[in-house]
């Protein structure tokens, strides 16, 4: 009876932490015979997704702390950190996000694209962010985005070039 009871438990907690955990693992393959690789940690028990993006010098890493209601993105050819404010009117939840990964989609077409400004200050106390958000940009200048307005007529508020494409999400420097 002790066994049943403890193969239970055992079975219980591995079920319950399989489903708090989606890992996906996208890879693409670029017009010109380059490689993107992604990768989407989502806990939701936790109320964290990380993504990787592996694309050489243009890599990037981002994590949504739901729990905080902050997102950072690591943009290594910038060399900074960038930290948002997770609107829930607008930013891809959790179960958008998992959904979005799972179909290997880098945009989904239900989402609205999202212009955010990042002000030109440095941050200068990363704790108020929480502690998920400190350990990805520790060391690295960062700063704040703002969400914009919808832009008006379709037109961007960013030019080409500036541009960081994310989940729907446009940083504008």
């Not at 955990?21 to 693409?28: A, G, L, P, R």
């Not at 037109?155 to 989940?167: A, M, N, R, V």
Request: glycine share 8%; aromatic share 8%; charged share 15%.
């Amino acid at each position: 009876m002790k066994f049943l009871i403890a193969t239970a438990v055992v079975l219980g907690i591995f079920l319950a932490q399989s489903r708090a955990t989606d890992n996906i693992d996208i890879n693409n393959s670029g017009n010109e015979g380059g490689s993107v690789s992604q990768n989407v940690n989502i806990n939701n028990q936790d109320k964290i997704a990380t993504i990787n993006n592996l694309n050489g010098w243009k890599s990037w890493d981002s994590i949504c702390d739901y729990g905080a209601g902050f997102a950072a993105t690591r943009l290594f050819h910038k060399q900074i950190c960038v930290i948002t404010k997770i609107n829930k009117d607008s930013f891809p939840s959790l179960s958008q996000l998992s959904a979005i990964a799972k179909d290997k989609k880098q945009i989904s077409t239900n989402t609205p694209l999202r212009t955010y400004t990042v002000n030109p200050r440095r941050v200068n106390n990363m704790g108020v962010f929480g502690q998920h958000v400190e350990a990805l940009c520790k060391g690295l200048p960062s700063y704040t985005a703002q969400e914009m307005p919808d832009n008006v007529g379709g037109f961007s508020l960013c030019h080409t070039g500036s541009i960081i494409t994310i989940l729907g999400i446009n940083f504008c420097f």
